[in-house]
Structure formats: structure tokens, C-alpha cells
């Protein structure tokens, strides 16, 4: 084989692994991100109790099966809570 071909192989072979080494680094840094991402954040004691009404009203179901016909979404949330809240509120925000 000619050195000129040799010395070819050889540049093409490094940056073959300039690159694989290159993606390596890149998908070592978008882990690291998503392990970040991924860290437990503690809940407040509003979002506890939130968690805990759409279990027991539904089961945390968007679309629940088992609505009376009034209820609504995964809050289970009836008209008179609407009414109530728009009540507070002082306009009609909130509709259902």
C-alpha cells in the first residue's frame, strides 16, 4: 500500500473518531441535563391536597366513567363549585 493511501486511511480513521468522540461528550452532557431535569422536587401542601381531591374523586382520570351527569373533569367539579368560586371572585370567570 502507498504511504499516501495509508496516511489517508489514518486521517479518515481519526476523524471517524473525532466524531463518534464528539457524540459521546454531546449525548454524556444531555444526560447529565435530564438527570437535572429529573430531581425530585418537593410538592407544597396546595398541591398535596389538590393530588389527593382528584384521587378520591376520580381516580386522577381526565375523563371519568363513572361522572353523575353534573360533575365534571378529573376535579369532579359541579356548578355550584363554579358558582362559588365566581361568587368569590366577584365576575364570572369560571365557567363548567
Given at each position: 500500500?502507498k504511504t499516501?493511501d495509508r496516511?489517508?486511511?489514518?486521517?479518515?480513521?481519526a476523524l471517524?473518531?473525532?466524531i463518534?468522540?464528539?457524540?459521546?461528550?454531546?449525548i454524556k452532557?444531555e444526560?447529565?441535563?435530564?438527570?437535572?431535569e429529573?430531581?425530585f422536587?418537593?410538592?407544597?401542601d396546595?398541591?398535596l391536597?389538590?393530588?389527593?381531591?382528584?384521587?378520591?374523586e376520580?381516580k386522577?382520570?381526565?375523563?371519568?366513567?363513572?361522572?353523575?351527569?353534573e360533575s365534571?373533569?378529573?376535579?369532579q367539579?359541579?356548578?355550584?363549585?363554579?358558582?362559588?368560586a365566581?361568587r368569590?371572585?366577584?365576575k364570572?370567570?369560571?365557567t363548567?
Open positions: 500500500m499516501l496516511i489517508s486511511i489514518y486521517m479518515c480513521v471517524i473518531m473525532y463518534i468522540f464528539s457524540e459521546i461528550q454531546s452532557i444526560i447529565q441535563s435530564i438527570k437535572i429529573k430531581q422536587v418537593p410538592l407544597t396546595f398541591e391536597i389538590e393530588l389527593a381531591i382528584m384521587w378520591q376520580s386522577a382520570n381526565p375523563n371519568p366513567k363513572y361522572s353523575d351527569g365534571e373533569g378529573i376535579l367539579l359541579t356548578p355550584i363549585y363554579v358558582k362559588e365566581n368569590i371572585l366577584g364570572n370567570k369560571y363548567l
